[in-house]
């Protein structure tokens, strides 16, 4: 059955076409930086929200129009699977990521739950031996099901600990066998709402002891794909424990699980934690931990998860250039955690949505790309701290002073700073931008 009926597959065009169903800016074979662009460009479409989000909200009923809404049940999970992979072959996309609950229905128990998926991992497996489509990662809902009310490691209920953990369980095994690149632990509900009725201690320990067992199992069932950890500060829960980059990376070192994890960094979820996008990124790459992104963006004028399609170019540009100076993203992505409109129903508009999210990353690709190799930003960093390539700053960087040295050293010598040239190098940006 085709489910996008009339829509073939999407090519490069250039930014001169005004087809709105071509790339503009995408071209996977272009060489940048030594490599095509769809080996640096690791674009994926998420499953949740993509083939199951519905367009309702607290103040609405859905409004998607799917071809496969006349569905139910398994049938409805089947159905998924044959329009996912249609769509991701029209745009001529690599990968897919999931959650367990997406590609399956519940059932009564967990047992039957385990059934519901082997049957639809079987189908995907098939539909992955006759394509070049992979699995980015995959994940385990544990904040939609009310036994997670109160959390899901972090839960003060033991039997809800349990059954995260063989959901998990489940959710690995899956993994290896659809040979998932990643691992991504969201803790949606990991968090508290109030301290009055909360042991963080214990919170964070049986966090910590959670994601011990399955680096563990892990390894027992020889599934190797990279752990990942995608912070948000809030929504659904008051906070996170995972608030963002800084805390969570502060959290796999108390806790021994650095060598283990890397993190996975959402746009909307830096915007919460008050952050940009670039910093969370610099973060990460700063410490080591940039495994995958999921590429959306947020609206700043509203308080909550949009997870709109990435549109902003500075936004991508900024985002791709810290991932250039981070090698790439490795065995990570940039997956597509992103929904259209309440208003954007039609079934074509999944097409527009993702080709402007490509097209965002691709030019802000070539635009880092080019920055970098222009040396703009690095030489003026580098001037900018050069004090301590030689004299008093040299022998901070050597450790060969101390307090007393550099008290002696400061009532000798005034001080002249230099101007940062913040507006300069914003416009030096936006002529890049415009330009390449």
């Known amino acids: 059955m085709t489910y996008f009926e009339g829509v073939g597959k999407i090519q490069f065009e250039g930014s001169e076409s005004n087809n709105p169903l071509a790339y503009k800016y995408y071209n996977p074979d272009e060489i940048v930086l030594g490599k095509r662009m769809e ?61 367990d609950r997406d590609i399956a229905p519940e059932g009564d128990t967990l047992t039957e739950t385990n059934r519901n998926l082997d049957v639809i991992v079987s189908m995907i497996k098939d539909y992955m031996k006759t394509s070049s489509v992979k699995l980015l990662w ?32 489940k959710s690995l095994e899956i993994g290896k066998e659809l040979g998932s690149e990643n691992h991504v632990f969201w803790g949606g509900r990991e968090g508290y709402e109030t301290l009055l009725n909360t042991d963080m201690g214990l919170e ?32 659904p829960t008051k906070h996170q424990y995972d608030y963002d980059a ?25 915007t919460l934690a008050g952050h940009t996008f670039e910093h969370e990124l610099r973060v990460c790459r700063h410490y ?16 909550w998860d949009t997870d709109e399609f990435p549109t902003d170019l500075y936004n991508t540009t900024l985002a791709m250039y810290e991932i250039i100076q981070n090698g790439g993203l490795h065995s990570g992505g940039l997956n597509f955690d992103s929904k259209t409109r309440r208003a954007s129903f039609d079934a074509i508009d999944l097409f527009y949505a993702h080709i402007a999210g490509i097209d ?14 222009d040396g703009v930003l690095e ?22 002073t101390d307090l007393k040295a550099l008290a002696e050293y ?7 700073n230099q101007s940062g040239r913040q507006e300069m190098l914003k416009s030096i940006f936006n002529q890049y931008l415009t330009s390449v």
């Open 39 to 99: 080996d640096y460009l690791r674009f994926s479409v998420a499953y949740w929200h993509t083939l199951v989000a519905d367009g309702s909200d607290p103040f609405g009923v859905a409004t998607m129009q799917r071809p496969w809404n006349g569905y139910t049940g398994m049938d409805l999970a089947k159905a998924r699977v044959e329009a996912a992979f249609e769509l991701i072959e029209k745009l001529g996309l690599k990968y897919f990521a999931f959650h």
């Open 138 to 169: 995959n994940t385990a809902n544990m904040f939609t099901n009310p036994r997670f009310v109160h959390g899901a490691a972090t839960s003060p209920n033991a039997d809800v600990f349990a059954y995260a953990a063989g959901q998990v369980k």
């Open 204 to 235: 964070l320990d049986n966090l910590a002891r959670f994601y011990h067992m399955a680096i563990a199992y892990a390894k027992e069932i020889g599934y190797t794909g990279q752990f990942l950890i995608e912070p948000k500060p809030k929504e």
């Open 246 to 270: 800084a805390s969570a990376i502060a959290f796999l070192y108390k806790y021994d699980l650095i060598h283990h994890f890397k993190l996975n960094i959402e746009a909307n979820h830096a």
């Open 288 to 303: 080591g931990v940039l495994g995958s992104v999921d590429a959306n963006q947020g609206d700043p004028l509203l308080g």
């Open 360 to 373: 965002s990353f691709a030019k802000g690709f070539k635009v880092a790309a080019k920055l970098i190799e």
């Open 379 to 400: 030489d003026f960093v580098a001037n900018r701290y050069s004090s301590y390539k030689s004299g008093i700053g040299a022998d901070i960087v050597a450790g060969k």
């Open 410 to 416: 400061a009532t000798e010598h005034e001080i002249t």
